[in-house]
């Protein structure tokens, strides 16, 4: 199994930047992706952002150019850089890890508001 942990998320005002860190522990070395997705409220849970153990990124349409998923393999963490952040960015953020090519694991979530 993998567990994840996530950090860094709060309050920002529209145009800021915030860092969302997720550590994974557990069966590591199963994993073969990891992504943050998003929820808002009265909304589905969308993808924002995707990293494959191969190193390949993809992101949703609305964060492209502005967020930025990156990994550090030495501390087991995948971090989310968002900046120019709007207020339609305000939701709980969820990180995600797909291992064994079956299975998934969800962080317990972090709050991001934006305000006006």
């Known amino acids: 199994q993998v567990q994840l942990v996530e950090s860094g998320g709060g309050l920002v005002q529209a145009g800021g930047s915030l860092r969302l860190s997720c550590s994974a522990s557990?069966?590591?070395?199963?994993?073969?992706?990891m992504g943050w997705y998003r929820q808002a409220p009265g909304k589905q849970r969308e993808l924002v952002a995707r990293?494959?153990?191969?190193?390949?990124?993809n992101y949703a349409d609305s964060v492209a150019g502005r967020f930025t998923i990156s990994r550090d393999n030495a501390k087991n963490t995948v971090y989310l850089q968002m900046n120019s952040l709007k207020p339609e960015d305000t939701a709980v953020y969820y990180c995600?890890?797909?291992?064994?090519?079956?299975?998934?694991?969800w962080g317990q979530g972090t709050q991001v508001t934006v305000s006006s």
């Open positions: 990293i494959t153990s191969g190193g390949s990124t």
């Open positions: 557990g069966s590591i070395f199963s994993i073969n992706a």
């Open positions: 995600n890890a797909y291992y064994n090519s079956v299975f998934e694991s």
